[in-house]
Protein backbone atom coordinates (compact mmCIF):
# COMPACT_ATOMS: atom_id res chain seq x y z
CA UNK A 1 0.00 0.00 0.00
CA UNK A 2 2.89 2.46 0.84
CA UNK A 3 4.58 1.81 -2.23
CA UNK A 4 1.44 2.55 -4.72
CA UNK A 5 0.34 5.62 -3.28
CA UNK A 6 3.93 6.64 -1.96
CA UNK A 7 6.20 5.58 -4.28
CA UNK A 8 9.26 8.18 -3.25
CA UNK A 9 9.10 6.78 -0.39
CA UNK A 10 8.83 10.22 1.76
CA UNK A 11 6.52 9.17 4.24
CA UNK A 12 3.43 11.24 3.18
CA UNK A 13 0.46 10.69 0.76
CA UNK A 14 -0.86 13.62 -1.55
CA UNK A 15 -4.63 14.45 0.22
CA UNK A 16 -5.85 13.72 -3.64
CA UNK A 17 -4.53 9.96 -3.48
CA UNK A 18 -5.40 10.02 0.43
CA UNK A 19 -9.20 11.16 -0.64
CA UNK A 20 -9.17 8.31 -3.25
CA UNK A 21 -8.44 5.83 -1.02
CA UNK A 22 -11.06 6.72 0.91
CA UNK A 23 -13.62 6.93 -1.38
CA UNK A 24 -12.77 3.40 -2.71
CA UNK A 25 -12.65 1.52 1.09
CA UNK A 26 -14.95 3.74 2.80
CA UNK A 27 -17.18 1.55 3.11
CA UNK A 28 -15.26 -0.86 4.86
CA UNK A 29 -14.33 1.30 7.66
CA UNK A 30 -16.25 2.29 10.55
CA UNK A 31 -18.25 5.27 10.25
CA UNK A 32 -16.62 7.13 13.07
CA UNK A 33 -13.24 6.32 11.58
CA UNK A 34 -14.21 7.16 8.22
CA UNK A 35 -15.20 10.94 10.00
CA UNK A 36 -11.98 11.71 11.49
CA UNK A 37 -10.04 10.26 8.55
CA UNK A 38 -12.29 12.94 6.13
CA UNK A 39 -11.79 15.69 8.54
CA UNK A 40 -7.85 15.06 9.04
CA UNK A 41 -7.92 15.32 4.70
CA UNK A 42 -10.18 18.06 4.65
CA UNK A 43 -8.44 19.69 7.19
CA UNK A 44 -4.60 19.34 6.34
CA UNK A 45 -3.27 22.45 4.70
CA UNK A 46 0.11 20.93 3.59
CA UNK A 47 -1.66 19.29 0.72
CA UNK A 48 -0.22 15.37 2.48
CA UNK A 49 -0.71 13.51 5.01
CA UNK A 50 1.57 11.79 6.98
CA UNK A 51 1.12 7.67 6.54
CA UNK A 52 2.15 6.94 9.89
CA UNK A 53 -0.44 8.79 11.06
CA UNK A 54 -2.98 7.41 8.90
CA UNK A 55 -1.98 3.95 10.47
CA UNK A 56 -1.55 4.90 13.88
CA UNK A 57 -5.16 6.11 13.47
CA UNK A 58 -6.48 3.01 11.74
CA UNK A 59 -4.61 0.33 14.71
CA UNK A 60 -5.65 2.81 17.59
CA UNK A 61 -2.15 3.97 18.52
CA UNK A 62 -2.71 7.10 17.79
CA UNK A 63 -2.49 10.18 20.48
CA UNK A 64 -5.43 11.02 22.73
CA UNK A 65 -6.33 14.12 20.41
CA UNK A 66 -7.13 11.23 17.72
CA UNK A 67 -8.96 8.94 20.44
CA UNK A 68 -10.84 11.59 21.34
CA UNK A 69 -12.11 12.74 17.44
CA UNK A 70 -12.85 9.11 17.09
CA UNK A 71 -15.20 8.48 20.30
CA UNK A 72 -16.67 12.29 19.07
CA UNK A 73 -16.98 11.20 15.33
CA UNK A 74 -20.21 12.95 14.93
CA UNK A 75 -17.69 16.35 15.20
CA UNK A 76 -16.22 17.50 12.21
CA UNK A 77 -12.99 19.59 11.79
CA UNK A 78 -14.08 22.77 9.51
CA UNK A 79 -12.31 22.60 5.80
CA UNK A 80 -10.64 25.98 6.34
CA UNK A 81 -7.10 26.59 8.47
CA UNK A 82 -7.87 27.92 12.19
CA UNK A 83 -5.85 30.98 11.09
CA UNK A 84 -9.02 32.27 8.77
CA UNK A 85 -11.70 31.90 11.45
CA UNK A 86 -13.44 35.28 11.68
CA UNK A 87 -16.20 36.87 14.02
CA UNK A 88 -14.09 35.52 17.00
CA UNK A 89 -14.16 37.07 20.92
CA UNK A 90 -10.99 37.72 22.72
CA UNK A 91 -10.73 34.87 24.16
CA UNK A 92 -11.11 32.85 21.45
CA UNK A 93 -8.71 34.53 19.74
CA UNK A 94 -6.35 34.26 23.05
CA UNK A 95 -6.53 30.33 22.94
CA UNK A 96 -6.02 30.54 18.69
CA UNK A 97 -2.97 32.05 19.46
CA UNK A 98 -1.65 29.83 22.08
CA UNK A 99 -2.35 26.98 20.20
CA UNK A 100 -0.22 28.40 17.02
CA UNK A 101 2.56 29.34 19.62
CA UNK A 102 2.88 25.79 21.11
CA UNK A 103 1.88 23.28 18.53
CA UNK A 104 2.78 22.44 15.31
CA UNK A 105 0.27 20.38 13.58
CA UNK A 106 -2.88 22.16 12.30
CA UNK A 107 -5.08 19.20 13.54
CA UNK A 108 -3.84 19.59 17.21
CA UNK A 109 -4.17 22.87 16.91
CA UNK A 110 -7.91 22.74 15.63
CA UNK A 111 -8.83 20.32 18.65
CA UNK A 112 -7.20 22.22 20.99
CA UNK A 113 -8.89 24.91 20.24
CA UNK A 114 -12.37 23.06 19.83
CA UNK A 115 -11.93 21.57 23.33
CA UNK A 116 -10.09 23.67 25.49
CA UNK A 117 -12.57 25.09 28.06
CA UNK A 118 -10.20 27.16 30.78
CA UNK A 119 -11.43 24.40 33.46
CA UNK A 120 -9.08 23.97 35.09
CA UNK A 121 -6.76 27.34 34.77
CA UNK A 122 -2.79 27.35 34.39
CA UNK A 123 -3.08 27.14 38.01
CA UNK A 124 0.54 25.81 38.88
CA UNK A 125 2.50 28.41 36.93
CA UNK A 126 0.36 31.13 38.43
CA UNK A 127 0.47 29.60 41.68
CA UNK A 128 4.42 29.12 42.12
CA UNK A 129 5.11 32.57 40.29
CA UNK A 130 2.51 34.71 42.95
CA UNK A 131 3.10 32.46 46.26
CA UNK A 132 6.92 31.62 45.44
CA UNK A 133 8.15 34.78 44.74
CA UNK A 134 6.06 37.78 45.84
CA UNK A 135 4.09 36.44 48.42
CA UNK A 136 6.75 34.93 50.10
CA UNK A 137 9.91 37.55 49.89
CA UNK A 138 6.62 40.52 50.20
CA UNK A 139 5.05 39.48 53.48
CA UNK A 140 8.00 37.41 55.39
CA UNK A 141 10.96 38.77 54.42
CA UNK A 142 9.17 42.51 54.03
CA UNK A 143 11.29 42.76 51.16
CA UNK A 144 10.96 41.56 47.58
CA UNK A 145 13.78 39.73 47.26
CA UNK A 146 16.63 38.78 49.64
CA UNK A 147 19.65 40.32 47.71
CA UNK A 148 23.11 37.90 47.70
CA UNK A 149 24.90 40.75 48.47
CA UNK A 150 24.60 40.64 52.16
CA UNK A 151 25.39 37.55 54.42
CA UNK A 152 22.47 37.08 56.22
CA UNK A 153 20.87 35.47 52.97
CA UNK A 154 22.75 32.50 53.76
CA UNK A 155 20.66 32.11 57.18
CA UNK A 156 17.62 31.18 55.13
CA UNK A 157 15.97 28.28 55.83
CA UNK A 158 15.31 27.68 52.09
CA UNK A 159 18.27 28.32 49.85
CA UNK A 160 20.32 25.06 49.09
CA UNK A 161 23.78 25.21 50.48
CA UNK A 162 26.49 22.52 50.57
CA UNK A 163 26.53 22.42 54.38
CA UNK A 164 23.66 21.07 54.51
CA UNK A 165 22.81 19.23 51.79
CA UNK A 166 21.61 16.52 54.07
CA UNK A 167 18.60 18.78 54.66
CA UNK A 168 16.50 17.01 51.47
CA UNK A 169 14.15 19.88 50.90
CA UNK A 170 16.96 22.59 50.09
CA UNK A 171 17.13 20.79 46.71
CA UNK A 172 13.68 22.07 45.85
CA UNK A 173 13.11 25.70 47.78
CA UNK A 174 15.90 27.20 46.56
CA UNK A 175 13.44 28.60 44.03
CA UNK A 176 12.11 30.81 46.00
CA UNK A 177 15.17 32.62 47.02
CA UNK A 178 16.78 35.07 43.88
CA UNK A 179 20.05 37.25 43.93
CA UNK A 180 18.74 40.21 43.08
CA UNK A 181 15.62 42.25 42.09
CA UNK A 182 16.95 41.65 38.29
CA UNK A 183 16.97 37.76 38.73
CA UNK A 184 13.35 37.89 39.88
CA UNK A 185 12.31 39.79 37.03
CA UNK A 186 13.94 37.86 34.19
CA UNK A 187 12.81 34.57 35.84
CA UNK A 188 8.70 35.80 36.40
CA UNK A 189 8.68 37.55 32.95
CA UNK A 190 10.44 33.99 31.04
CA UNK A 191 8.14 31.89 33.59
CA UNK A 192 4.70 33.45 32.91
CA UNK A 193 5.42 34.45 29.25
CA UNK A 194 6.73 30.96 28.59
CA UNK A 195 5.09 28.67 31.09
CA UNK A 196 1.43 29.81 30.93
CA UNK A 197 0.60 28.94 27.18
CA UNK A 198 2.67 25.47 27.61
CA UNK A 199 0.44 24.89 30.29
CA UNK A 200 -2.76 25.76 29.26
CA UNK A 201 -1.85 23.44 26.09
CA UNK A 202 0.08 20.10 28.07
CA UNK A 203 -1.51 20.29 31.07
CA UNK A 204 -0.53 21.24 35.12
CA UNK A 205 0.54 17.67 34.96
CA UNK A 206 3.02 17.58 32.33
CA UNK A 207 4.34 21.04 32.75
CA UNK A 208 5.07 20.79 36.71
CA UNK A 209 7.11 17.88 35.75
CA UNK A 210 9.46 19.78 33.34
CA UNK A 211 9.66 22.36 35.78
CA UNK A 212 10.23 20.27 38.64
CA UNK A 213 12.59 17.92 36.78
CA UNK A 214 14.42 21.00 36.02
CA UNK A 215 14.56 22.39 39.66
CA UNK A 216 15.92 19.18 40.91
CA UNK A 217 18.54 18.76 38.01
CA UNK A 218 20.06 21.97 38.48
CA UNK A 219 20.52 21.72 42.63
CA UNK A 220 21.84 18.52 42.37
CA UNK A 221 24.05 19.70 38.95
CA UNK A 222 25.62 22.23 41.47
CA UNK A 223 26.22 19.40 44.01
CA UNK A 224 28.54 17.78 41.42
CA UNK A 225 30.01 20.29 39.61
CA UNK A 226 30.28 23.38 41.63
CA UNK A 227 30.13 21.51 45.53
CA UNK A 228 31.19 24.67 47.15
CA UNK A 229 28.71 26.88 45.81
CA UNK A 230 25.08 27.40 47.57
CA UNK A 231 21.88 27.88 45.18
CA UNK A 232 19.29 30.43 44.76
CA UNK A 233 16.72 31.65 42.04
CA UNK A 234 14.42 29.19 39.96
CA UNK A 235 16.45 29.41 36.91
CA UNK A 236 16.45 25.69 36.39
CA UNK A 237 12.61 25.06 36.17
CA UNK A 238 12.37 28.21 33.94
CA UNK A 239 15.34 27.06 31.88
CA UNK A 240 13.13 23.50 31.57
CA UNK A 241 10.40 24.88 30.35
CA UNK A 242 12.00 28.04 28.10
CA UNK A 243 14.83 25.78 26.53
CA UNK A 244 11.73 22.59 26.17
CA UNK A 245 9.50 24.67 24.04
CA UNK A 246 12.42 26.48 21.81
CA UNK A 247 13.75 22.96 21.17
CA UNK A 248 10.28 22.21 20.42
CA UNK A 249 10.30 25.06 17.71
CA UNK A 250 13.56 24.44 16.31
CA UNK A 251 12.71 20.64 15.57
CA UNK A 252 8.64 22.08 14.12
CA UNK A 253 10.32 24.59 12.63
CA UNK A 254 8.27 24.73 8.88
CA UNK A 255 5.01 23.56 11.14
CA UNK A 256 5.18 25.96 13.78
CA UNK A 257 2.83 29.15 12.59
CA UNK A 258 3.42 31.75 14.94
CA UNK A 259 4.69 35.62 14.13
CA UNK A 260 7.68 36.88 13.86
CA UNK A 261 9.12 33.06 15.44
CA UNK A 262 12.40 33.87 14.72
CA UNK A 263 12.57 37.48 16.74
CA UNK A 264 10.65 35.50 19.83
CA UNK A 265 13.57 33.51 19.72
CA UNK A 266 15.84 35.59 19.32
CA UNK A 267 14.86 37.75 22.26
CA UNK A 268 14.44 34.96 24.79
CA UNK A 269 17.94 33.67 23.82
CA UNK A 270 19.32 36.86 24.82
CA UNK A 271 17.51 37.66 27.56
CA UNK A 272 18.39 33.69 28.96
CA UNK A 273 22.29 34.41 27.54
CA UNK A 274 22.18 37.56 29.75
CA UNK A 275 20.79 36.34 32.85
CA UNK A 276 22.79 33.31 32.82
CA UNK A 277 26.26 35.77 31.97
CA UNK A 278 25.42 37.79 34.73
CA UNK A 279 25.17 34.60 37.09
CA UNK A 280 28.59 33.63 35.74
CA UNK A 281 30.16 36.90 35.98
CA UNK A 282 28.39 36.89 40.14
CA UNK A 283 30.09 33.58 40.63
CA UNK A 284 33.68 34.73 39.86
CA UNK A 285 33.25 37.85 41.17
CA UNK A 286 35.15 37.92 45.25
CA UNK A 287 32.25 38.49 47.55
CA UNK A 288 31.93 41.64 49.66
CA UNK A 289 31.80 39.36 52.56
CA UNK A 290 34.04 36.82 52.54
CA UNK A 291 33.68 33.78 53.22
CA UNK A 292 30.18 34.22 51.88
CA UNK A 293 30.14 32.34 48.71
CA UNK A 294 28.29 33.78 45.68
CA UNK A 295 25.26 31.32 44.04
CA UNK A 296 26.28 28.76 41.55
CA UNK A 297 24.90 29.50 37.69
CA UNK A 298 24.89 25.31 36.87
CA UNK A 299 21.39 24.96 38.22
CA UNK A 300 20.96 26.92 34.62
CA UNK A 301 22.65 24.40 32.78
CA UNK A 302 20.96 21.31 34.57
CA UNK A 303 17.84 23.12 33.41
CA UNK A 304 18.70 23.50 29.94
CA UNK A 305 19.94 19.73 29.77
CA UNK A 306 15.99 18.36 31.25
CA UNK A 307 14.61 20.85 28.85
CA UNK A 308 15.93 19.35 25.78
CA UNK A 309 15.64 15.81 26.75
CA UNK A 310 12.09 14.84 28.91
CA UNK A 311 10.65 18.77 27.62
CA UNK A 312 11.06 17.83 24.05
CA UNK A 313 9.26 14.99 24.37
CA UNK A 314 7.01 16.25 26.98
CA UNK A 315 6.06 18.93 24.39
CA UNK A 316 6.35 17.07 21.41
CA UNK A 317 2.32 17.09 20.47
CA UNK A 318 -0.93 17.43 21.73
CA UNK A 319 -1.85 14.73 24.22
CA UNK A 320 0.49 12.46 23.54
CA UNK A 321 0.93 8.96 24.76
CA UNK A 322 4.06 9.83 26.12
CA UNK A 323 4.23 5.32 27.77
CA UNK A 324 4.53 4.76 24.13
CA UNK A 325 7.29 6.52 23.25
CA UNK A 326 10.50 4.73 23.31
CA UNK A 327 12.86 8.02 23.37
CA UNK A 328 10.96 9.12 26.83
CA UNK A 329 11.91 5.92 28.82
CA UNK A 330 15.30 6.03 27.10
CA UNK A 331 15.48 10.33 28.71
CA UNK A 332 13.39 8.66 31.81
CA UNK A 333 16.00 6.31 32.65
CA UNK A 334 18.83 8.57 31.50
CA UNK A 335 17.33 11.14 34.27
CA UNK A 336 17.20 8.97 36.85
CA UNK A 337 20.65 7.34 36.60
CA UNK A 338 21.93 10.76 37.17
CA UNK A 339 19.64 11.66 40.25
CA UNK A 340 20.79 8.34 42.01
CA UNK A 341 24.56 9.10 40.52
CA UNK A 342 23.94 12.68 42.64
CA UNK A 343 22.56 11.47 45.44
CA UNK A 344 25.53 8.80 46.21
CA UNK A 345 27.82 11.61 45.14
CA UNK A 346 26.77 13.46 47.77
CA UNK A 347 26.78 10.90 50.17
CA UNK A 348 30.46 10.07 49.55
CA UNK A 349 32.19 12.41 47.48
CA UNK A 350 32.43 15.43 49.75
CA UNK A 351 34.12 13.09 52.52
CA UNK A 352 36.16 11.68 50.34
CA UNK A 353 37.62 14.71 48.36
CA UNK A 354 37.93 16.38 51.87
CA UNK A 355 36.98 20.03 49.88
CA UNK A 356 37.12 22.65 52.38
CA UNK A 357 33.75 24.66 52.32
CA UNK A 358 32.17 27.68 53.17
CA UNK A 359 31.60 27.77 56.95
CA UNK A 360 27.62 26.76 57.58
CA UNK A 361 25.17 29.37 58.07
Known amino acids: LLS ?4 DNTGYISTEKFRSLLQRHGSELDPHKLEVLLALADSNSEGRICYQDFVNLMSNKRSNSFRQAILQGNRRLCSKALLEETGL ?25 DSYTCCPPPWFMITITIVAFFLYNGVVLDRFVLQVSHPLYLKNA ?27 GLNVVLQLLVGVPLEMVHGAARI ?4 VAGVVAGSL ?62 RFHPSAYPPC ?32 QTLWWI ?8 VLFAIFWNIFAYSLLDLKLPPPP
Open 4 to 7: QFDP
Open 89 to 113: SLSQRLIRHVAYETLPREIDRKWYY
Open 158 to 184: LLYHPQLRAQAWRYLTYIFMHAGIEHL
Open 208 to 211: SFVY
Open 221 to 282: AVSVADMRAPVVGSSGGVYALVSAHLANIVMNWSGMKCQFKLLRMAVALICMSFEFGRAVWL
Open 293 to 324: PHPSFMAHLGGVMVGITLGVIILRNYEQRLQD
Open 331 to 338: FLSIYIIF
